[in-house]
Protein backbone atom coordinates (compact mmCIF):
# COMPACT_ATOMS: atom_id res chain seq x y z
CA UNK A 1 0.00 0.00 0.00
CA UNK A 2 1.63 3.52 -1.07
CA UNK A 3 -0.26 5.53 1.83
CA UNK A 4 1.71 4.27 4.49
CA UNK A 5 0.11 5.38 7.88
CA UNK A 6 3.44 6.40 10.23
CA UNK A 7 1.87 5.19 12.96
CA UNK A 8 1.70 1.29 12.03
CA UNK A 9 5.29 0.50 12.29
CA UNK A 10 6.09 -3.68 12.56
CA UNK A 11 8.85 -6.02 12.78
CA UNK A 12 8.97 -8.91 11.06
CA UNK A 13 9.59 -12.21 12.48
CA UNK A 14 10.23 -15.39 11.23
CA UNK A 15 11.13 -18.86 13.19
CA UNK A 16 12.55 -22.05 10.54
CA UNK A 17 13.31 -25.18 12.12
CA UNK A 18 16.58 -26.13 12.04
CA UNK A 19 16.51 -29.18 8.95
CA UNK A 20 15.22 -26.69 6.68
CA UNK A 21 17.19 -23.71 4.59
CA UNK A 22 16.24 -20.13 5.30
CA UNK A 23 12.90 -19.41 2.86
CA UNK A 24 13.11 -15.80 1.62
CA UNK A 25 9.82 -16.20 -0.33
CA UNK A 26 7.66 -16.73 3.11
CA UNK A 27 9.34 -13.68 4.37
CA UNK A 28 8.87 -11.73 1.51
CA UNK A 29 5.23 -12.22 1.51
CA UNK A 30 4.68 -11.40 5.17
CA UNK A 31 6.44 -8.38 4.14
CA UNK A 32 4.07 -7.84 1.15
CA UNK A 33 1.03 -8.46 3.49
CA UNK A 34 2.54 -5.92 6.18
CA UNK A 35 2.53 -3.46 3.35
CA UNK A 36 -1.07 -3.99 2.48
CA UNK A 37 -2.12 -4.03 5.96
CA UNK A 38 -0.77 -0.55 6.23
CA UNK A 39 2.39 -1.11 7.84
CA UNK A 40 5.73 0.75 7.94
CA UNK A 41 8.21 -2.10 8.51
CA UNK A 42 11.51 -1.60 10.53
CA UNK A 43 13.23 -4.48 9.94
CA UNK A 44 12.78 -8.24 9.43
CA UNK A 45 14.48 -10.80 11.71
CA UNK A 46 14.58 -14.46 11.15
CA UNK A 47 16.03 -17.51 13.28
CA UNK A 48 16.49 -20.86 12.93
CA UNK A 49 15.76 -22.82 16.10
CA UNK A 50 13.31 -25.31 17.55
CA UNK A 51 9.93 -24.08 18.38
CA UNK A 52 10.06 -21.79 21.69
CA UNK A 53 7.07 -22.45 23.41
CA UNK A 54 6.82 -19.19 25.54
CA UNK A 55 7.61 -16.95 23.18
CA UNK A 56 7.62 -18.92 19.77
CA UNK A 57 10.95 -17.41 18.81
CA UNK A 58 14.34 -16.84 21.06
CA UNK A 59 14.02 -13.60 23.38
CA UNK A 60 17.02 -12.27 22.43
CA UNK A 61 15.39 -11.72 18.80
CA UNK A 62 11.61 -10.42 20.54
CA UNK A 63 14.52 -8.43 22.33
CA UNK A 64 16.30 -6.76 19.10
CA UNK A 65 12.95 -6.77 17.20
CA UNK A 66 11.88 -4.20 20.29
CA UNK A 67 14.96 -1.96 20.14
CA UNK A 68 13.44 -0.51 16.99
CA UNK A 69 10.51 0.41 18.76
CA UNK A 70 7.81 -0.98 16.96
CA UNK A 71 3.92 -0.59 17.23
CA UNK A 72 3.26 -4.21 16.75
CA UNK A 73 5.35 -7.23 15.99
CA UNK A 74 4.22 -9.55 13.40
CA UNK A 75 4.85 -13.50 13.44
CA UNK A 76 4.91 -15.11 10.50
CA UNK A 77 4.46 -18.82 12.42
CA UNK A 78 1.24 -19.15 14.15
CA UNK A 79 1.44 -18.13 17.54
CA UNK A 80 -0.55 -19.98 20.74
CA UNK A 81 -2.81 -18.29 23.36
CA UNK A 82 -0.18 -18.83 25.60
CA UNK A 83 2.82 -17.53 23.12
CA UNK A 84 0.47 -14.24 23.14
CA UNK A 85 0.60 -13.25 26.28
CA UNK A 86 3.84 -13.76 27.50
CA UNK A 87 5.26 -11.76 24.96
CA UNK A 88 2.59 -9.20 25.59
CA UNK A 89 3.27 -9.15 29.39
CA UNK A 90 7.24 -9.51 29.22
CA UNK A 91 7.38 -6.87 26.59
CA UNK A 92 5.12 -4.69 26.52
CA UNK A 93 3.98 -4.59 22.64
CA UNK A 94 1.14 -6.07 20.51
CA UNK A 95 2.01 -8.69 18.72
CA UNK A 96 -0.37 -10.73 15.85
CA UNK A 97 0.78 -13.84 13.28
CA UNK A 98 -0.03 -13.97 9.62
CA UNK A 99 -3.33 -15.05 9.88
CA UNK A 100 -4.34 -12.04 12.19
CA UNK A 101 -2.48 -10.15 9.60
CA UNK A 102 -4.57 -11.54 6.35
CA UNK A 103 -7.80 -11.24 8.91
CA UNK A 104 -6.64 -7.57 9.57
CA UNK A 105 -6.64 -7.11 5.56
CA UNK A 106 -9.49 -8.66 4.83
CA UNK A 107 -11.60 -6.12 7.79
CA UNK A 108 -9.92 -2.97 6.09
CA UNK A 109 -11.27 -4.38 2.49
CA UNK A 110 -14.50 -6.07 3.47
CA UNK A 111 -17.48 -3.90 2.00
CA UNK A 112 -20.41 -5.73 1.35
CA UNK A 113 -22.23 -7.18 4.32
CA UNK A 114 -21.52 -10.62 2.69
CA UNK A 115 -17.78 -10.09 3.20
CA UNK A 116 -17.87 -8.28 6.58
CA UNK A 117 -19.93 -11.29 8.00
CA UNK A 118 -17.04 -13.64 6.30
CA UNK A 119 -14.28 -11.77 8.37
CA UNK A 120 -16.48 -12.04 11.08
CA UNK A 121 -17.03 -15.39 11.32
CA UNK A 122 -13.21 -15.99 10.62
CA UNK A 123 -11.99 -14.12 12.74
CA UNK A 124 -14.26 -15.39 15.62
CA UNK A 125 -13.21 -19.14 14.53
CA UNK A 126 -9.30 -18.10 15.19
CA UNK A 127 -10.85 -16.56 19.06
CA UNK A 128 -12.79 -19.07 20.20
CA UNK A 129 -10.13 -21.54 20.57
CA UNK A 130 -7.76 -18.53 22.45
CA UNK A 131 -10.83 -17.66 24.33
CA UNK A 132 -11.43 -20.62 26.02
CA UNK A 133 -7.74 -21.43 26.59
CA UNK A 134 -7.05 -18.05 28.29
CA UNK A 135 -9.92 -18.61 30.15
CA UNK A 136 -8.58 -21.79 31.51
CA UNK A 137 -5.14 -20.02 32.01
CA UNK A 138 -7.31 -17.31 34.03
CA UNK A 139 -8.92 -19.50 36.35
CA UNK A 140 -6.15 -21.71 36.65
CA UNK A 141 -5.35 -20.40 40.36
CA UNK A 142 -8.71 -19.90 41.24
CA UNK A 143 -10.06 -21.43 44.46
CA UNK A 144 -14.15 -22.23 44.74
CA UNK A 145 -15.86 -19.27 45.65
CA UNK A 146 -13.33 -17.06 45.88
CA UNK A 147 -11.26 -15.03 43.28
CA UNK A 148 -12.97 -16.61 40.25
CA UNK A 149 -13.19 -15.35 36.83
CA UNK A 150 -17.15 -14.64 37.44
CA UNK A 151 -20.09 -15.27 35.23
CA UNK A 152 -19.25 -12.37 33.07
CA UNK A 153 -15.92 -14.16 31.46
CA UNK A 154 -17.02 -17.42 31.88
CA UNK A 155 -20.06 -16.65 29.30
CA UNK A 156 -17.62 -15.39 26.82
CA UNK A 157 -16.86 -18.26 25.03
CA UNK A 158 -20.40 -19.37 25.35
CA UNK A 159 -21.32 -15.75 23.24
CA UNK A 160 -18.60 -16.62 20.52
CA UNK A 161 -20.07 -19.33 19.74
CA UNK A 162 -23.77 -18.39 19.93
CA UNK A 163 -22.43 -15.34 17.21
CA UNK A 164 -21.02 -17.73 15.11
CA UNK A 165 -24.03 -19.72 14.94
CA UNK A 166 -25.87 -16.61 13.93
CA UNK A 167 -23.40 -15.61 11.25
CA UNK A 168 -23.12 -18.90 9.92
CA UNK A 169 -26.76 -19.02 9.75
CA UNK A 170 -27.18 -15.57 7.67
CA UNK A 171 -24.01 -16.81 5.62
CA UNK A 172 -26.20 -20.25 4.69
CA UNK A 173 -29.07 -17.58 3.77
CA UNK A 174 -26.38 -15.49 1.74
CA UNK A 175 -25.19 -18.86 -0.08
CA UNK A 176 -28.66 -19.71 -1.11
CA UNK A 177 -29.15 -16.47 -2.85
CA UNK A 178 -25.93 -16.66 -4.52
CA UNK A 179 -26.82 -20.73 -5.74
CA UNK A 180 -30.53 -18.92 -6.64
CA UNK A 181 -28.05 -16.16 -8.74
CA UNK A 182 -25.92 -18.88 -10.48
CA UNK A 183 -28.80 -21.12 -11.53
CA UNK A 184 -31.12 -17.76 -12.53
CA UNK A 185 -28.04 -16.71 -14.49
CA UNK A 186 -28.07 -20.07 -16.37
CA UNK A 187 -31.35 -20.20 -17.33
CA UNK A 188 -30.94 -17.41 -18.61
CA UNK A 189 -28.05 -18.93 -21.20
CA UNK A 190 -24.85 -17.29 -19.70
CA UNK A 191 -21.92 -19.82 -19.28
CA UNK A 192 -20.26 -19.34 -15.69
CA UNK A 193 -16.25 -18.90 -15.71
CA UNK A 194 -14.32 -17.91 -12.45
CA UNK A 195 -11.58 -16.42 -12.54
CA UNK A 196 -9.28 -18.42 -8.99
CA UNK A 197 -5.28 -17.84 -8.70
CA UNK A 198 -2.81 -16.89 -6.04
CA UNK A 199 -3.37 -13.44 -4.66
CA UNK A 200 -1.50 -10.55 -6.38
CA UNK A 201 -1.73 -12.78 -9.72
CA UNK A 202 -3.57 -9.61 -12.13
CA UNK A 203 -7.11 -11.83 -11.94
CA UNK A 204 -8.69 -7.91 -11.60
CA UNK A 205 -6.72 -6.74 -14.37
CA UNK A 206 -7.28 -10.10 -16.32
CA UNK A 207 -10.63 -9.22 -16.11
CA UNK A 208 -10.75 -5.87 -16.99
CA UNK A 209 -8.77 -6.69 -19.91
CA UNK A 210 -11.08 -9.34 -21.01
CA UNK A 211 -14.38 -6.91 -20.43
CA UNK A 212 -13.19 -3.94 -20.89
CA UNK A 213 -14.41 -2.36 -17.23
CA UNK A 214 -12.72 -0.74 -14.83
CA UNK A 215 -12.84 -2.76 -11.31
CA UNK A 216 -10.41 -1.79 -9.01
CA UNK A 217 -7.03 -3.44 -9.55
CA UNK A 218 -3.64 -2.78 -7.72
CA UNK A 219 -0.27 -4.20 -7.54
CA UNK A 220 -0.48 -5.26 -3.77
CA UNK A 221 -2.17 -8.88 -2.15
CA UNK A 222 -5.96 -9.24 -1.25
CA UNK A 223 -7.10 -6.16 -3.57
CA UNK A 224 -10.61 -8.03 -4.45
CA UNK A 225 -12.74 -9.61 -1.54
CA UNK A 226 -15.86 -9.96 -2.55
CA UNK A 227 -16.45 -11.49 -6.25
CA UNK A 228 -17.49 -9.07 -9.04
CA UNK A 229 -18.93 -10.40 -11.79
CA UNK A 230 -19.26 -8.66 -15.61
CA UNK A 231 -20.49 -10.16 -18.72
CA UNK A 232 -18.47 -10.94 -22.22
CA UNK A 233 -19.28 -12.41 -24.93
CA UNK A 234 -17.25 -15.25 -27.18
CA UNK A 235 -18.31 -16.18 -30.18
CA UNK A 236 -21.44 -15.72 -29.91
CA UNK A 237 -21.30 -17.38 -26.43
CA UNK A 238 -22.60 -15.26 -23.69
CA UNK A 239 -20.22 -15.54 -20.71
CA UNK A 240 -20.06 -13.87 -17.13
CA UNK A 241 -16.94 -13.88 -16.06
CA UNK A 242 -15.76 -13.68 -11.75
CA UNK A 243 -13.42 -12.16 -9.78
CA UNK A 244 -12.45 -13.89 -6.56
CA UNK A 245 -10.67 -13.50 -3.75
CA UNK A 246 -6.92 -14.40 -4.15
CA UNK A 247 -5.74 -17.41 -2.74
CA UNK A 248 -2.90 -17.74 -0.11
CA UNK A 249 -0.06 -20.60 0.77
CA UNK A 250 -1.28 -21.86 4.67
CA UNK A 251 -4.64 -20.61 5.01
CA UNK A 252 -6.13 -22.07 7.41
CA UNK A 253 -8.92 -24.48 7.10
CA UNK A 254 -11.50 -22.65 8.95
CA UNK A 255 -10.68 -19.39 6.85
CA UNK A 256 -11.72 -21.52 3.95
CA UNK A 257 -14.98 -22.51 5.28
CA UNK A 258 -15.83 -18.78 6.28
CA UNK A 259 -15.76 -17.78 2.80
CA UNK A 260 -17.49 -20.46 1.80
CA UNK A 261 -20.11 -18.55 -0.16
CA UNK A 262 -17.26 -16.86 -2.04
CA UNK A 263 -15.42 -19.84 -3.00
CA UNK A 264 -19.00 -21.31 -3.91
CA UNK A 265 -18.31 -18.69 -7.45
CA UNK A 266 -15.41 -20.78 -8.24
CA UNK A 267 -16.62 -24.22 -7.18
CA UNK A 268 -19.73 -24.32 -9.01
CA UNK A 269 -18.29 -22.33 -12.08
CA UNK A 270 -18.76 -24.25 -15.34
CA UNK A 271 -15.22 -23.15 -16.22
CA UNK A 272 -11.99 -21.99 -14.07
CA UNK A 273 -9.27 -19.99 -15.18
CA UNK A 274 -6.31 -20.61 -13.11
CA UNK A 275 -4.31 -16.99 -13.33
CA UNK A 276 -0.91 -17.30 -12.06
CA UNK A 277 2.37 -14.44 -11.89
CA UNK A 278 4.82 -16.06 -14.83
CA UNK A 279 7.09 -13.12 -13.36
CA UNK A 280 7.72 -14.59 -10.11
CA UNK A 281 10.92 -16.93 -10.15
CA UNK A 282 10.23 -20.46 -10.85
CA UNK A 283 9.92 -21.95 -7.33
CA UNK A 284 7.81 -19.18 -6.60
CA UNK A 285 6.01 -20.00 -9.06
CA UNK A 286 5.39 -23.28 -8.71
CA UNK A 287 4.80 -23.13 -4.86
CA UNK A 288 2.07 -20.74 -5.90
CA UNK A 289 0.34 -23.07 -8.27
CA UNK A 290 0.55 -25.72 -6.65
CA UNK A 291 -0.70 -23.43 -3.34
CA UNK A 292 -3.52 -22.44 -5.74
CA UNK A 293 -4.49 -26.61 -6.90
CA UNK A 294 -4.99 -26.83 -2.98
CA UNK A 295 -6.98 -24.18 -2.34
CA UNK A 296 -9.30 -25.44 -5.63
CA UNK A 297 -9.43 -28.67 -3.96
CA UNK A 298 -10.39 -27.36 -0.97
CA UNK A 299 -13.26 -25.43 -2.64
CA UNK A 300 -14.34 -28.86 -4.50
CA UNK A 301 -13.67 -27.67 -7.58
CA UNK A 302 -14.62 -30.08 -9.92
CA UNK A 303 -14.95 -28.39 -13.34
CA UNK A 304 -12.13 -27.90 -16.02
CA UNK A 305 -9.23 -25.83 -15.29
CA UNK A 306 -7.44 -23.98 -18.12
CA UNK A 307 -4.24 -22.16 -16.43
CA UNK A 308 -3.52 -18.39 -17.56
CA UNK A 309 -0.05 -17.58 -17.06
CA UNK A 310 -0.46 -13.81 -16.42
CA UNK A 311 2.51 -10.98 -17.00
CA UNK A 312 4.75 -12.48 -20.05
CA UNK A 313 5.48 -9.28 -21.21
CA UNK A 314 8.45 -8.43 -19.25
CA UNK A 315 10.58 -11.88 -19.78
CA UNK A 316 12.44 -12.96 -23.10
CA UNK A 317 10.49 -15.44 -24.67
CA UNK A 318 13.54 -18.24 -23.79
CA UNK A 319 13.38 -17.48 -20.22
CA UNK A 320 8.80 -18.05 -21.04
CA UNK A 321 9.76 -21.50 -22.90
CA UNK A 322 12.20 -22.44 -19.87
CA UNK A 323 9.39 -21.87 -17.06
CA UNK A 324 6.59 -23.21 -19.08
CA UNK A 325 8.46 -26.69 -19.88
CA UNK A 326 9.68 -26.65 -15.78
CA UNK A 327 6.03 -26.45 -14.69
CA UNK A 328 4.70 -28.77 -17.18
CA UNK A 329 3.69 -31.29 -14.72
CA UNK A 330 1.06 -28.33 -13.25
CA UNK A 331 0.33 -26.66 -16.23
CA UNK A 332 0.38 -28.68 -18.92
CA UNK A 333 -0.59 -26.63 -21.80
CA UNK A 334 -0.98 -22.98 -20.46
CA UNK A 335 -2.42 -20.01 -22.24
CA UNK A 336 0.19 -17.22 -21.90
CA UNK A 337 -1.01 -13.95 -21.46
CA UNK A 338 -0.56 -10.16 -20.01
CA UNK A 339 -3.62 -8.53 -19.17
CA UNK A 340 -1.79 -4.78 -18.69
CA UNK A 341 -0.53 -4.98 -22.55
CA UNK A 342 -3.21 -7.22 -24.16
CA UNK A 343 -1.10 -10.34 -25.28
CA UNK A 344 -2.46 -13.64 -25.90
CA UNK A 345 -6.41 -12.45 -25.21
CA UNK A 346 -7.44 -13.57 -28.02
CA UNK A 347 -5.80 -17.34 -27.88
CA UNK A 348 -7.12 -16.90 -24.15
CA UNK A 349 -11.27 -16.04 -25.55
CA UNK A 350 -10.61 -19.13 -27.86
CA UNK A 351 -8.92 -21.86 -25.60
CA UNK A 352 -12.23 -20.61 -23.12
CA UNK A 353 -14.99 -21.12 -25.54
CA UNK A 354 -13.35 -24.56 -26.46
CA UNK A 355 -13.39 -25.58 -22.75
CA UNK A 356 -17.12 -24.80 -22.13
CA UNK A 357 -19.50 -27.76 -22.70
CA UNK A 358 -20.87 -27.84 -26.29
CA UNK A 359 -24.32 -26.36 -26.24
CA UNK A 360 -26.95 -28.93 -26.85
CA UNK A 361 -29.51 -29.20 -29.84
CA UNK A 362 -32.91 -29.17 -28.41
CA UNK A 363 -36.52 -29.24 -30.13
CA UNK A 364 -39.08 -27.68 -27.89
CA UNK A 365 -43.20 -28.00 -29.25
CA UNK A 366 -45.55 -25.21 -27.60
CA UNK A 367 -48.93 -24.16 -27.94
CA UNK A 368 -50.58 -21.13 -29.16
CA UNK A 369 -51.19 -19.54 -25.70
CA UNK A 370 -49.66 -16.15 -24.35
CA UNK A 371 -47.59 -17.68 -22.23
CA UNK A 372 -46.02 -19.84 -25.00
CA UNK A 373 -45.53 -16.89 -26.94
CA UNK A 374 -43.86 -14.71 -24.46
CA UNK A 375 -41.80 -18.11 -23.69
CA UNK A 376 -40.98 -17.97 -27.69
CA UNK A 377 -39.97 -14.28 -27.08
CA UNK A 378 -37.50 -15.54 -23.85
CA UNK A 379 -35.99 -17.75 -25.90
CA UNK A 380 -34.85 -14.87 -28.54
CA UNK A 381 -32.46 -13.68 -25.56
CA UNK A 382 -31.58 -16.95 -23.78
CA UNK A 383 -31.11 -19.48 -26.35
CA UNK A 384 -29.84 -19.21 -30.13
CA UNK A 385 -33.26 -20.57 -32.29
CA UNK A 386 -32.34 -22.56 -35.38
CA UNK A 387 -35.75 -23.04 -36.45
CA UNK A 388 -39.79 -21.96 -35.83
CA UNK A 389 -42.06 -23.47 -37.69
CA UNK A 390 -45.68 -23.06 -36.85
CA UNK A 391 -47.82 -26.09 -37.16
CA UNK A 392 -50.40 -27.49 -35.23
CA UNK A 393 -48.29 -26.16 -32.41
CA UNK A 394 -45.38 -24.12 -32.90
CA UNK A 395 -41.90 -26.11 -33.11
CA UNK A 396 -38.84 -24.63 -31.75
CA UNK A 397 -35.35 -26.39 -33.15
CA UNK A 398 -33.11 -24.24 -30.81
CA UNK A 399 -29.05 -24.75 -29.39
CA UNK A 400 -28.88 -23.52 -25.69
CA UNK A 401 -28.01 -24.87 -22.06
CA UNK A 402 -30.15 -27.27 -20.57
CA UNK A 403 -30.98 -24.81 -17.88
CA UNK A 404 -32.55 -22.97 -20.23
CA UNK A 405 -34.82 -25.15 -21.84
CA UNK A 406 -35.22 -26.75 -18.83
CA UNK A 407 -37.51 -24.14 -17.73
CA UNK A 408 -40.05 -25.07 -20.64
CA UNK A 409 -42.48 -27.81 -19.37
CA UNK A 410 -42.60 -28.82 -23.02
CA UNK A 411 -38.83 -29.47 -23.64
CA UNK A 412 -38.45 -32.26 -25.51
CA UNK A 413 -34.98 -33.45 -27.18
CA UNK A 414 -34.32 -34.89 -30.52
CA UNK B 1 -6.99 -56.93 16.75
CA UNK B 2 -5.73 -58.91 18.82
CA UNK B 3 -3.30 -56.64 20.00
CA UNK B 4 -1.83 -55.69 16.88
CA UNK B 5 -2.38 -53.24 13.99
CA UNK B 6 -4.52 -54.26 11.32
CA UNK B 7 -3.32 -52.30 8.37
CA UNK B 8 -4.54 -51.89 4.46
CA UNK B 9 -2.71 -50.65 1.70
CA UNK B 10 -4.30 -49.51 -1.15
CA UNK B 11 -2.60 -48.66 -4.52
CA UNK B 12 -4.24 -46.82 -7.44
CA UNK B 13 -1.83 -46.96 -10.50
CA UNK B 14 -3.44 -43.81 -13.10
CA UNK B 15 -2.18 -41.53 -15.53
CA UNK B 16 -3.47 -38.43 -14.51
CA UNK B 17 -3.25 -34.65 -16.07
CA UNK B 18 -2.85 -32.20 -13.24
CA UNK B 19 -6.80 -31.44 -13.15
CA UNK B 20 -8.21 -35.32 -13.89
CA UNK B 21 -7.55 -38.75 -13.58
CA UNK B 22 -6.67 -39.60 -17.28
CA UNK B 23 -6.76 -43.25 -16.80
CA UNK B 24 -6.53 -46.13 -13.82
CA UNK B 25 -4.71 -48.89 -14.89
CA UNK B 26 -4.64 -51.00 -11.76
CA UNK B 27 -5.71 -50.90 -7.69
CA UNK B 28 -4.02 -53.22 -5.16
CA UNK B 29 -5.17 -53.84 -2.06
CA UNK B 30 -2.62 -54.98 0.43
CA UNK B 31 -3.45 -56.06 4.14
CA UNK B 32 -1.13 -56.36 7.08
CA UNK B 33 -0.60 -57.21 10.36
CA UNK B 34 2.14 -55.14 12.28
CA UNK B 35 2.84 -55.13 15.54
CA UNK B 36 3.73 -51.44 15.67
CA UNK B 37 2.62 -48.47 13.42
CA UNK B 38 6.02 -46.78 12.62
CA UNK B 39 7.95 -45.20 9.35
CA UNK B 40 9.71 -48.61 8.66
CA UNK B 41 6.40 -50.39 9.04
CA UNK B 42 4.73 -48.32 6.80
CA UNK B 43 7.43 -47.75 4.11
CA UNK B 44 7.73 -51.62 3.94
CA UNK B 45 3.91 -51.72 3.36
CA UNK B 46 3.71 -49.66 1.01
CA UNK B 47 6.85 -50.62 -0.94
CA UNK B 48 5.66 -53.72 -1.12
CA UNK B 49 2.21 -52.50 -2.43
CA UNK B 50 4.00 -50.53 -5.18
CA UNK B 51 6.19 -53.41 -6.49
CA UNK B 52 6.20 -53.46 -10.27
CA UNK B 53 4.59 -50.80 -10.90
CA UNK B 54 5.98 -48.09 -12.92
CA UNK B 55 6.02 -43.99 -12.09
CA UNK B 56 6.09 -41.89 -9.08
CA UNK B 57 4.78 -42.90 -5.78
CA UNK B 58 2.35 -40.08 -4.26
CA UNK B 59 1.00 -40.31 -0.92
CA UNK B 60 0.01 -37.90 1.72
CA UNK B 61 2.39 -36.23 4.12
CA UNK B 62 0.42 -37.45 7.02
CA UNK B 63 1.04 -41.31 5.86
CA UNK B 64 4.65 -40.69 6.18
CA UNK B 65 4.96 -38.87 9.06
CA UNK B 66 5.16 -35.31 7.54
CA UNK B 67 8.82 -36.59 6.73
CA UNK B 68 11.07 -34.57 4.46
CA UNK B 69 10.58 -35.93 0.85
CA UNK B 70 13.90 -36.51 0.52
CA UNK B 71 13.85 -38.65 4.07
CA UNK B 72 11.17 -40.65 2.29
CA UNK B 73 12.44 -41.14 -1.08
CA UNK B 74 15.86 -42.57 0.15
CA UNK B 75 13.59 -45.07 2.46
CA UNK B 76 11.76 -46.05 -0.36
CA UNK B 77 14.65 -46.20 -2.73
CA UNK B 78 12.23 -45.09 -5.29
CA UNK B 79 10.69 -41.42 -7.09
CA UNK B 80 8.32 -39.86 -4.47
CA UNK B 81 6.55 -37.01 -3.77
CA UNK B 82 3.52 -35.50 -1.84
CA UNK B 83 0.39 -34.46 -3.60
CA UNK B 84 0.30 -31.30 -5.92
CA UNK B 85 -2.40 -31.43 -7.97
CA UNK B 86 -6.25 -32.10 -8.34
CA UNK B 87 -5.86 -35.26 -10.09
CA UNK B 88 -3.20 -36.54 -7.33
CA UNK B 89 -4.98 -35.90 -4.41
CA UNK B 90 -8.16 -37.15 -6.21
CA UNK B 91 -6.13 -40.03 -6.46
CA UNK B 92 -4.97 -40.20 -3.36
CA UNK B 93 -8.71 -39.94 -2.24
CA UNK B 94 -9.69 -43.11 -4.06
CA UNK B 95 -7.02 -44.91 -2.49
CA UNK B 96 -8.18 -43.74 0.71
CA UNK B 97 -12.00 -44.81 0.25
CA UNK B 98 -10.57 -48.39 -1.05
CA UNK B 99 -8.10 -48.73 1.98
CA UNK B 100 -11.12 -48.23 4.08
CA UNK B 101 -13.23 -50.36 2.57
CA UNK B 102 -10.67 -53.30 2.35
CA UNK B 103 -9.88 -52.46 5.99
CA UNK B 104 -13.95 -52.94 7.31
CA UNK B 105 -14.25 -56.07 5.08
CA UNK B 106 -11.35 -57.42 6.74
CA UNK B 107 -12.66 -56.56 10.39
CA UNK B 108 -16.13 -57.53 10.11
CA UNK B 109 -16.14 -60.08 7.37
CA UNK B 110 -19.73 -60.86 5.75
CA UNK B 111 -21.77 -58.00 7.50
CA UNK B 112 -23.50 -55.33 6.27
CA UNK B 113 -24.87 -53.42 9.01
CA UNK B 114 -21.67 -53.25 11.62
CA UNK B 115 -19.13 -51.85 9.54
CA UNK B 116 -20.48 -48.28 10.40
CA UNK B 117 -19.32 -48.41 13.83
Not at chain 2, 21 to 38: C, F, G, M, N, Q
Amino acid sequence: MSQHDNDKTAVLLMRENPGKPLDPFRMAELRDLAGAAGYRVLAEITQRKDRDHRFQIGRGKIAQAMSYNPKKLIFYNPLSPNQVFNISAEFSSQVIDRFNLILEIFASRASTREAKLQVELAKLSYDAPQVRSALALKKRGEQPGFRGAGAYEQSMYHDIRGRMAKIRMELKDLEHIGEDRRQFRRELGFDLVSLAGYTNAGKSTLLNALTGSSVTARDQPFTTLSPTTRALEIKGRRVLLTDTVGFIDDLPHFLIKAFRSTLAEISQADLVLLVADMSDPYEILRRKLVASHKALWDCGVCSPVITVLNKVDGLSKSEMLRKKEKIEDLAPNPVLVSASCGQGLAELSERICLRLLPLGEYQIRLPYTSQSLSQLSRLYETAELLQVSYEDEMVVRLRGRKEAVARLKAADRP
Amino acid sequence: MQGKYQMVCAVVSARVSPIFIEKIHSVRIVPHLAETADLNTVADLTSAACMCLPGTIVAESGDFYNQEIWRVKSILGREFKYPETLAERTAIELAHHISLAGRRLIIHPGTDEDWTK
